[in-house]
């Protein structure tokens, strides 16, 4: 599988930005889909993740109510829509997938990843 990440950017306290990731290869109808997030000096964190069939969806505490993934079908797009973003949001942000139905937060357990993008949020 390869996941192609694009979106991200620069915004103010309290503005949106929008990243997406499109999967390509092979299907991921059997996977979950997640983003990671790791900002400069910390540990690569999990923000988000789905089930892409069925779409049940999980979010950190620290992005619940702010940040909302969900995934497109038809495009085979994993998206991540950021709002009220904060400085501490700031970080590069990681699509990856996991071959498996059942979602996990930690890193270890994704089997592919994509490339970093950077949000930056200015206070």
């Known amino acids: 599988v390869q996941l192609q990440a694009c979106g991200g950017g620069l915004v103010q306290t309290g503005g949106s930005l929008r990243l997406s990731c499109a999967a390509s290869?092979?299907?991921?109808?059997?996977?979950?889909l997640g983003w990671f997030r790791q900002a400069p000096g910390k540990e690569r964190e999990f923000v988000a993740a789905i089930i892409w069939s069925g779409g049940t969806t999980y979010h950190a505490d620290s992005v619940k109510g702010r940040f909302t993934i969900s995934r497109d079908n038809t495009k085979n797009t994993l998206i991540l829509q950021m709002n009220s973003l904060k400085p501490e949001d700031t970080a590069v942000y990681y699509c990856?997938?996991?071959?498996?139905?059942?979602?996990?937060?930690?890193?270890?357990?994704?089997?592919?990843w994509g490339q970093g993008s950077q949000v930056t949020v200015s206070s």
């Open positions: 290869g092979r299907t991921v109808s059997t996977y979950v």
């Open positions: 990856a997938a996991r071959t498996n139905r059942i979602i996990s937060t930690r890193r270890e357990h994704y089997n592919y």
